[in-house]
Nanobody, 124 residues
């Protein structure tokens, strides 16, 4: 089993920055991809960013590319999402997820474990 715990969410103003963390415990040594997803009220969950365990390969949704940066610290079993230039449309619950099989990174259904989520609210 794997446990994922997100932290770092909060209420900020447009243009501010936040850094989300996702701490993993359990079977952490063999994940293939860690991803961040978000879900706004009344909307479907959407892909935000992903990183391969090797660190070779980071992927971003077009809506966050250039503003968000995903990184990982394998020694700490933690994945981060640095969010800069936040916009009101970034308001959502942000989830991290871990995938243990090879394949893509955008489809949330292909991830094996999920955290409980952390709320990010950006006021205008």
């Amino acid at each position: 089993q794997v446990q994922l715990v997100e932290s770092g969410g909060g209420l900020v103003q447009a243009g501010d920055s936040l850094r989300l963390s996702c701490a993993a415990s359990g079977r952490t040594s063999t994940y293939i991809v860690m991803g961040w997803f978000r879900q706004a009220p009344g909307k479907e969950r959407e892909f935000v960013a992903a990183i391969r365990r090797s660190g070779v390969g980071t992927y971003y949704a077009d809506s966050v590319a250039g503003r968000f940066t995903i990184s990982r610290d394998n020694a700490k079993n933690t994945v981060y999402l640095q969010m800069n230039s936040l916009k009101p449309e970034d308001t959502a619950v942000y989830y991290c997820a871990a995938r243990y099989s090879s394949g893509g990174y955008v489809n949330g259904r292909e991830y094996d474990y999920w955290g409980q989520g952390t709320q990010v609210t950006v006021s205008s």
